[in-house]
């Protein structure tokens, strides 16, 4: 109030700021900048204490890490003659991925377009909503319903004489990415500026036509992000494919054939594993792998992009 | 310019926007072949005329369209298809829209959307149109990078060749040049002269001197209402027929 009648001094207050005030300045400065090479830090620091766990085994005389990669003979636990083959396993996350990817993505982006092009304004809202809540499902609970509900179903209608396997998982995975890849798909073509919709419908393009030669070009790299997103959350899901897959290690022939994935794997027997052992690091090695495939499939995404962005 | 033949009636036009009504029932008439300048302060409705005509304002949820546009004596609003339509009327929107495709398939959309799939008969189109708009010898060669690289006075014209890839019979220039610099502004206004021996032109724009280089006729659009609409020898003179007119014009509006 006082200030109102004084603006002199006001400019010369303003002029000689206190010392602390730039020295809160610059700490403020400082956390921000810790913040953001904080993610750094975090990735090379879970790499760097999952691969110390691992590494031991990797010298080891009866461990070989072709045949770690390449056999799908499991047998950690065996008295005469452990074998850790991950094939399966490997196998097992890429037949169920696949399959929850062949799903998803095209229902995910059906409903990013439905959402963002041609719902109204208040099934809009819902639909936001529902799906945000579809995304906040814990993933135990989707579990819960592949191993009941969708088992039963499975055995009623493919005559498969067990109901977890690849088929549950992948659908069950694929309604656990859909919201995902709906939600950011949507924000992508959310931000397609509204100019490049009514250019591309003066120049007589129907709606189809527009979607099409207009909004996905315009959304690409939005939408990619949006596939990987629920590539990535498929790769990592645990809890639910280890409920829904049937936890056979074994190389999948068809959609009805039980599979385990990497997660599972690591998922079920590391509590039994005695820390220190083969089995133990053979499982952190696991991990390392798992921890390569989402980063080969992060790496591969951003080359995606950037060879767009060229063209 | 002896006999003029009529190309688009507007009889009674009125829209709103929710309840507020922004164009109050217009009418007037744009001849076959002419360059028609519209000029009006901001919120007078140009743009919104606009969309009327080719209706694209169908896609404003609130807007509701009264009265009738005839285009070659057929109501526009009757018009079974209206994506052939859209395609009579060429748009050239104020700030470029070049959209996130090649230069060459920014110009061919239109004839793909309108379902010529020959590369052969294309290529012709992307070529003749980019010529038209003065834009061909820049672009040849490198018709497929991205067409938002190009400067704004190129997109402008970008925008251009891809209004006339449809061949419209009608070419609406909503201001134009308000993105771009003097000299492509004045390239431009030498390709219009050119283009109005093959169609109509309705001239959009804020600049008054640029109404009066260009246009045979020139209305006056105000607050949704018709001021004035006469020969720009009239309007653009020391004596239009209504005082605002001249006030506008000369800058003492107000």
Redesign the interface.
Known sequence: MESNSTSPNLAVRKAARPGWALAGERTLEILIHLCGISAILFVLGIFFFVFKEAFPVLGHEKFSLSQFLFSQEWYPTSEVNKRYGVLAMIAGTFSVTALAMVLAVPFGIGGAIYISEFCGAKTKETLKIVVELLAAIPSVVWGFIGLTVMSRLIVKYTGAPVGVNVLNGGIILALMSVPIIVSIGEDALKAV?D????????????RW?LIW??LL??AKNGLLAAVLLGVARAVGETMAVLMATGHAVHIPHSLLDSVRTLTANIAAELGEAPVGSDHYRVLFLTGVLLFLITFVVNLAADFMVRGIRK? | MSAPEKHIEVRDLRLNYGPREVIHGISFDVYRNEIFGIIGPAQSGKTSLLRCL?R?ID?TPEARVQGTIRLDGRDVRQDANV?????K?G?V?P?P?G????IYDNVA??P???GMTRKSELDVIVEQCLRQAALWDEVKDRL?S?GTKLSGGQQQRL?IA??L??QPEILCLDEFSIAIDPVTTMRIEDVLRTLRQDMTIILVTNLTQQARRLADRTLFLWNGEVVELDRSEVIFSDRPGNRKTYDYVNGIFG
Not at chain 2, 83 to 87: G, K, Q, S, T
Not at chain 2, 99 to 102: A, E
């Open positions: 500026p100019s490049f919709r009514e250019a591309g419908i003066a120049l007589g393009a129907t036509q030669r207009v070009p315009a063209k | 080719n694209t896609f994506y052939a339509l859209r395609r009327v748009m929107a700030l829209v959209l996130p495709l090649s959309f239109a793909r959307c309108a497929n991205l925008t891809r209004a890839s449809h």
